[in-house]
């Protein structure tokens, strides 16, 4: 690379002078939607609309009390605005935290810019693991490889040459270069995509594929069956304003209107808490995606160790005095000047040296290649890498001393010379060992107690690096990784290898290349298991991206955090911890509540389907449904979703949903018809039957309330009794405003206590039936 003194680039003034015509980048999309838009799609939805048809015909019975349920509605609103507005506040804020910046030369230095600030003809360092943002010509480099598989869908990398074109989209796998920007903003190649995700990946959420497939089920059923009911109601002879204030009570009751809101708030909820944490959450359904991970792919380098290696020892072999050696070292290091881990030790630790040498080529480091090289005029060529990809033979000795170093944990490097050229990208003939670099890498101080969760919680720990297997599994050992001695040497398996019987016999995976990293994901996804993968490199793009979750310190490369699901902004791996315990709270709370907004839309559709055959009036009034739905669904729902429930998730999402909901629906539609046998064999009028019905259905929702609630504790008990004593002084004092009549009659209590006896043994054996019927069909999600 020049020397930044080398290249003025352009002035201040000139700058200015493109962006007056329009000659300037664009800022990256923003991940968060804006305010109109959370606006919008929180009040105009399908189910707002269909309330507010209800509502119309409300008014029109002159009945307005009867419009209770669109106080509930604007209030649900409301708190999804203003959650997801809180979330987009976090999530912003992180967002211009992590933000990548470009490296730009303007009046002769070198300067850190935001992306949207590049403008046409900058001159831009480029360097291993950044992403390209603009379109430009190579106009000095020693040699850089370029990944452009998101433009072209070519996997190997690309060399580039001074002179050539590198495009948008891409990224820079190895080496460092500069580049004079051409093309900007909508000009450039990838002005269609979205250069910070770079080929998003879809994230599965089975919450909210469960809530669509609700919300599609019940679209189709809510306006024919109140529309049926309707007519039935007037062909039995009913009022106008009867048969109009039964039928919307029906369509009221089949709207689980807080469930949606109740998703919605509690992932945005997960998404304030992590960013407290300094975690960004990319996708809100990605913290839902972790808590079902169930293997956990590392790194070994920035993930359970430091990254920050020293070199500890050296051992000289080819015959230099030791100082020529660590001339040599120390000349190959800055003239190479690679930014990653291994470079920055070595140039720590072998000092610039002052007489230089014209360098005629250099081979930046891979991790397909595992080495890297540079070659002197008239000098000859100097080459570093993993020893087994230089030599293929080495002393007794020296084996046994590279074997010991693995064994404990240690890095291995070999430094050799050749008289011959650099051709291509190949190693150049006649090489020669001069001697072994042996560098440590620190475990994280808290990575052992991190592993030993994850252990507790059943997530087994997958270990994926391009190290040699032995310092892989020595490192691994010593962070408690289970299976430690369960592994394998990457290098040496044949591409036709069976993957998935590889990943189920081994967990350290050692000399990996990024193809197999990613292959290695694929073949534990088509196991059957949830991957959460984390990397900090270019070469753990490919498994990041393959992964159902990606994880990402914030120390990475660009490219990396572009297209990470969460980035741990303190790049600590400690973090993983919350992110997992976040994402198990969101699941588990919204599966507990999601039962009873379902217990109201099984009971309604069930009863008002009855109806269209049964000529009696439909047994509640909109105005009957609030008071229901507040206390024992509305309320209870918020506080049980903020409880700590972090126990693994087991599956069987839509099941465990259903089977209270199925349990306690049928529970209700069977007392409502017993009621109105009764009611119709003691003549009973329209009110008593209709109060008994509401006193019935609000037991059989507290008892679901207590179910769901398990495991019990104080504070929970006291909300279900505070809710339920103020579900009786309605009944008692405020019958008159809901259409209720009192409940101490003697000829209603001798119907309505036996039946109270009921509830239990009904609700709770119903609830096993579903059970057995549902656990027939566990993957038929």
């Not at 979750?549 to 303190?570: E, P």
């Not at 599956?651 to 409502?672: C, D, M, T, W, Y």
Request: with cysteine.
């Amino acid at each position: 690379m020049a020397e930044k003194a080398e290249y003025v680039g352009l002035s201040y003034a000139e700058v200015e002078t493109r962006k007056v015509r329009g000659e300037s980048n664009e800022a990256l999309p923003p991940m968060t939607r804006s305010f109109k838009q959370i606006f919008l799609e929180n009040s105009l939805t399908l189910f707002n609309f269909i309330n507010i048809i209800i509502a119309g015909f409300v008014i029109y019975t002159g009945s307005y009390k009867n419009l209770l349920f669109l106080g509930v509605i604007l209030v649900n609103t409301a708190v999804g605005v203003f959650q997801e507005l809180r979330a987009k506040k976090n999530i912003d804020e992180l967002t211009l935290l992590n933000q990548a910046k470009a490296t730009v030369i303007r009046n002769g230095q070198q300067e850190e810019i935001l992306q949207e600030e590049i403008v046409k003809n900058d001159l831009l360092v480029i360097k291993r693991g950044q992403q390209i943002v603009v379109d430009g010509i190579v106009i000095q480099t020693s040699g850089i490889e370029c990944d452009e598989s998101q433009l072209t869908g070519e996997v190997d990398p690309i060399l580039k040459q001074t002179g050539d074109m590198v495009y948008s989209g891409s990224f820079v796998v190895s080496g460092q270069a500069l580049m004079e920007a051409t093309k900007v903003g909508r000009e450039s190649y990838s002005s269609k995509l979205t250069l910070e995700a770079k080929g998003e990946k879809s994230i599965y959420s089975e919450l909210l594929q469960t809530m669509k497939k609700v919300i599609r089920i019940l679209t189709f059923g809510i306006i024919p069956i109140g529309t049926a009911l309707f007519m039935s109601s007037l062909l039995s002879d009913m009022s106008v304003n009867q048969a109009i204030l039964g039928s919307t009570a029906a369509m009221i009751g089949m709207i689980p209107e807080g469930l949606i809101l109740l998703t919605t708030v509690a992932l945005a909820v997960g998404v304030i808490r992590l960013s407290r944490k300094k975690v960004l959450v990319k996708t809100m359904g990605s913290i839902e995606t972790l808590a079902r991970v169930d293997i956990l792919c590392l790194d070994k380098t920035g993930t359970l160790t430091s990254g920050e290696l020293k070199v500890i020892q050296t051992n000289v072999t080819g015959g230099r005095t030791e100082k020529a050696f660590e001339e040599m070292v120390g000349r190959f290091a800055h003239d190479l000047q690679e930014d990653n881990a291994t470079g920055l030790a070595l140039m720590e630790s072998f000092p610039k040296v002052d007489e230089a040498y014209p360098i005629t080529k250099t081979i930046p480091f891979s991790s397909v290649r595992k080495w890297s090289a540079v070659e002197y005029d008239q000098k000859g060529t100097v080459v570093m890498g993993a020893p087994e990809y230089l030599f293929d033979t080495f002393t007794s000795e020296l084996t046994e001393s590279m074997r010991l170093a693995t064994t404990k944990g240690l890095r291995v490097l070999a430094i050799a010379s050749s008289e011959a050229s650099l051709i291509d990208q190949t190693l150049p003939k006649g090489l020669r060992l001069e001697g072994i670099l042996f560098l440590e890498d620190e475990i994280r101080e808290n990575a052992p107690q991190t592993l030993q969760y994850f252990r507790e919680q059943d997530v087994e720990i997958c270990i994926i690096s391009g190290d040699h297997p032995q310092t892989v599994a020595q490192i691994a050992k010593r962070a408690g990784v289970k299976g430690s001695d369960q592994l394998i040497d990457m290098s040496k398996v044949e591409d036709t290898a069976d993957y998935q019987l590889l990943v189920q016999e081994n967990r350290i995976f050692g000399r990996v290349s990024p193809e197999q990293k990613r292959a290695l994901v694929e073949a534990l996804q088509a196991n059957g298991r949830t991957v959460g993968m984390t990397g900090d490199g270019v070469n753990d793009i490919l498994a990041l991206k393959k992964a159902d979750c990606s994880i990402v310190m914030a120390n990475g490369s660009d490219a990396t955090k572009g297209i990470a699901d969460f980035v741990l902004l303190d790049s600590n791996f400690d973090s993983m911890v919350g992110v997992v315990l976040e994402g198990r709270k969101v699941v588990n709370n919204i599966q507990r509540v999601a039962s009873l907004y379902l217990t109201k839309t099984v009971y309604s559709i069930l009863l008002a389907a009855l109806f269209i055959f049964i000529s009696s009036p439909y047994p509640f009034q909109p105005i009957q449904l609030s008071p229901i739905s507040t206390l024992t669904v509305g309320i209870p729902s918020f506080f049980l979703a903020l409880r700590p429930n972090v126990s693994p998730i087991k599956g069987r999402f839509f099941q465990n949903i259903l089977e209270p909901a199925l349990a306690s629906g049928l529970s209700v539609v069977l007392f409502a018809l017993t009621i109105l046998f009764f009611g119709t064999q003691l003549n009973w009028t329209y009110e008593e039957t209709s109060t008994i019905t509401v006193w019935m259905t609000g037991i059989v929702c507290f008892v679901v309330l207590y179910c769901i609630s398990k495991p019990s504790n104080w504070k929970i008990l006291l909300m279900i009794g505070a809710l339920f004593g103020n579900f009786l002084i309605l009944f008692l004092f405020f019958g008159r405003l809901f259409s209720l009549v009192s409940l101490f009659q003697w000829h209603l209590a001798l119907v309505y206590i036996p039946l109270m006896f009921l509830v239990i043994p009904l609700f709770y054996g119903l609830k096993r039936v579903m059970h057995r019927l549902l656990g027939n069909h566990k993957h038929a999600n």
